[in-house]
């Protein structure tokens, strides 16, 4: 490598072909992950992000010694295309069940007996058996051993050193050991004497703990290893302070450090029989395993049992929600009354100001995401980010679509709302109205508990597919509390896996989105958060609902009453009742009178 460092894609591009070429390596994967396989990561591990110039959170960067692409969904395709130009690395359009498309791509672009290299410390276990079964029939040979970035990254990012803080036990109705035992249980029906874990929001569950080396997610770097007796968290010296580290151990959970996780595992007896979840844990881990041990494959049980919030948990997210929904009744009085003065507002001022909002409630810590604050054509990107090159300002006619979220030590919040600037379209009703149809026949849906939640995705989409429109992205996610906006196991989208770990069970918080996107043109998204709630029981089982969570006026002046039958004007009207009743009294001023005049009953078509 040249002394002078690449300080663009193309150079870094260049530096890691050169690299390659050193260790005989003819194929690069560089995928969106850490050790801990997380969606939002450290910058350590941004080096997709480094390398290629394409900062979405999501993406798959594969480079040849001739060529280079990066796998991303629709979601991306616009912000990839233009922060991709002129770097030699080209966009590849991902769609939906298409996930092995860069494999089958390099199965392809590869003779019999190259060698396509990864660092195995960032790609799944099952991630890198796939790409085993895709391309040993072309004789390709997989190489983990190395992490190039390290030879070409001057001045890589050390990894985040912020302190590790206990989760308040005033929002916490069980003990540490008590979650413990839960994971032994399952642990003991595997007959399992250990149970490795990495997934960052499992740890900080478990331990109830929270720290700051992600954005956005309260959780820290650590693994954790669960044995029938004992349990070691491996984090770096310093960032556990006396008190924790003894409380720690009175739950009886030892204190290691992070970088001697790997030689951990490797003092494991090989009469050991280790439960794992493939999906969870990386190659690199499994390598660091005993040969002779006995592997335990199954899904990640403290996945699940975190997924299932207690009736305490819902009671503390209701709080929240109300806590985040007066933050946004004082925003959007801002905003309306600002542009009523003609005020200058840019998306990033939408940012700023709502943040503020939210800063201002009791326990708010931080936003859960970057906020999504996207004008007119910006809105058609699902995942747009304004900056301080790159932004609108909000004048004129149009839409403005807002997906915002917080944390707080009581719940994680996320919401998308959609509101008018100046004049709009009978178009423009007409696709939110539709989006909204989507919205509230899901959010009303009765459903067997323990379907699988991707087969609950056509109801929301029905009213779009009617009408010729769809999305490109899920309806829902899974929601932590106090912990990841994203989380599994259950996921609503129509091309997501069906498996007996995503059926949706009591207490599971869920995103509800639908959208509909015109690039160029607009973008429309109307998002709550649902919990799953008893609905009935009969000869036919038992059977869940949707509590609504999410408290904040749905904008009436974008709908087109004509399309919405007297059903959906009375969900409308009964949500904006019990917005209004429990809101109020944490408003005064012009917030409250901008609640009382936006969750008005809606006059019928």
Known sequence: MSSEAPNTPAERLAALRNAMHEHGIDAWWLP?????????LPEHWAGRAWLSGFDGSVGTLVVTRHAAGVWVDSRYWVQAEAQLAGTGIELMKLHPGQSDAPMQWLAEQLDSGATLGFDADVVALASARRLEEALSPSGIRLRGDLDLLDTIWPNRPSLPEAPIYAHDRAYLDESRGERLARIRETM??????????STLDDIAWLTQLRGDDVDFNPVFLAHLLIGRQTATLFVAPGKLDDELTAALADDGIAVADYADWHH?????????????????????TREALPDGATLVEAFQPSTLAKGRKSDADLAQVRHAMEEDGAALCNFFAWLEAALERGETVTELTVDEEL?????????????????????????????????????ATIEGDGLLLIDSGGQYPGGTTDITRVVPVGRISDAHRKDYTLVLKGTIALSRAHFPRGIPSAQLDPIARAPLWTSGRDYGHGTGHGVGYFLNVHEGPQVIAWHAPVAPHTAMQPGMITSIEPGVYRPGQWGIRIENLVANRPAAESEFGDFLRFETLTLCPI????????LLDDSEIDWLDAYHAEVRERLAPKLEGDALAWLEKRTQPLERG
């Open 32 to 40: 969106s992950s850490d050790p801990h396989n997380s969606e939002y």
């Open 188 to 197: 003991a029906e595997h007959e399992a004497d250990w149970h490795p874990i």
């Open 264 to 284: 951990r595992l490797g003092e494991l007896t090989t009469e050991s029989r280790i439960l794992l979840d493939p999906a969870k844990l990386t190659l690199g």
């Open 355 to 391: 943040t503020a909002a939210r800063a201002r409630r009791p326990g708010f810590v931080s936003r859960s995401f970057s906020t999504i604050a996207a004008f007119n054509a910006n809105g058609a990107l699902p995942h747009y980010h304004a900056t301080p090159e790159a932004h």
């Open 555 to 562: 904008d009436t002046r974008c709908i087109e009453p004509s």
